[in-house]
């Protein structure tokens, strides 16, 4: 079975203080695996896909890593507006099948001004 | 451009009544996806869209659950006979094609159940 595991589940951060959301992973076969950003009463926002290990992408302040087993979410120098809860997902490779996301339960971050 | 949307935004129902929820995909795109999100979970998958057809179902925890897309469009979602332990917030996104991994999520629908 398919599992996402996050953590840690909260943290809490100084502006400027910089740090790392992990998310591992056990998947048959990773087809992409997906960070989102949701606010609160609010539907998840698409922030970056990772298809292979070694890949990395960034946007302003985040940096996204791929390794075999895990993904981290780096945050640079972060800012109180980037206070939220960080979902990552991964989807797996099925002939014929679902295209289903498997989620994992989130890391909520709160940047202190 | 006009995202995902989702009515209504928010549905206080009493247990044993259907509800129907409703979800507008983005405009071109033709995979849709229903998820739950029940309060200290994770998102659940409940069913996948292709065009009209529905390759995965297997996230439907029930035979209450059920949806239908027509048109490879709009999308609803049945709840029969509703329980308490119904009550989340359901959320739908699209994706511009089969395959591509991108989903697109509209704000959600809070189901409470009384």
């Known amino acids: 079975e398919d599992q996402v595991t996050q953590s840690p589940e909260a943290l809490r951060l100084q502006e400027g203080e910089s740090s790392s959301l992990n998310c591992s992973y056990t998947?048959?076969?990773?087809?992409?695996l997906f960070w989102y950003r949701q606010d609160p009463g609010k539907g998840p926002e698409f922030l970056f896909t990772?298809?292979?290990a070694g890949e990395e992408k960034e946007k302003e302040r985040l940096k996204a890593t791929l390794t075999k087993k895990e993904s981290f979410l780096h945050i640079t120098a972060p800012k109180p507006e980037d206070s939220a809860t960080y979902l990552c997902?991964?989807?797996?490779?099925?002939?014929?099948?679902?295209?289903?996301?498997?989620f994992g339960k989130g890391t909520k971050l709160t940047v202190n001004p | 451009g006009a995202g995902v949307s989702q009515s209504p935004s928010n549905k206080v129902t009493e247990k044993g009544k259907d509800v129907e929820l409703r979800c507008d995909p983005i405009?071109?795109?033709?995979?849709l996806y229903w998820y739950r999100q029940s309060l200290g979970q994770g998102l659940e998958f409940l069913i996948y869209?292709?065009?009209?057809?529905?390759?995965?179902k297997s996230g439907l925890p029930s035979d209450r659950f059920s949806a239908e897309r027509t048109g490879g469009s709009v999308s609803t979602l049945t709840i029969q006979r509703t329980q308490q332990e119904d009550s989340a917030v359901y959320l739908c996104?699209?994706?511009?094609?089969?395959?591509?991994?991108?989903?697109?999520f509209g704000p959600g629908t809070r189901l409470t159940v009384t």
């Open positions: 996104a699209s994706s511009p094609r089969q395959g591509l991994g991108e989903q697109y």
């Open positions: 998947v048959s076969g990773l087809r992409g």
């Open positions: 990772l298809y292979s």
């Open positions: 997902a991964v989807q797996a490779q099925v002939q014929g099948g679902s295209e289903k996301l498997v």
């Open positions: 405009s071109g795109h033709t995979a």
């Open positions: 869209f292709q065009g009209n057809s529905a390759p995965d």
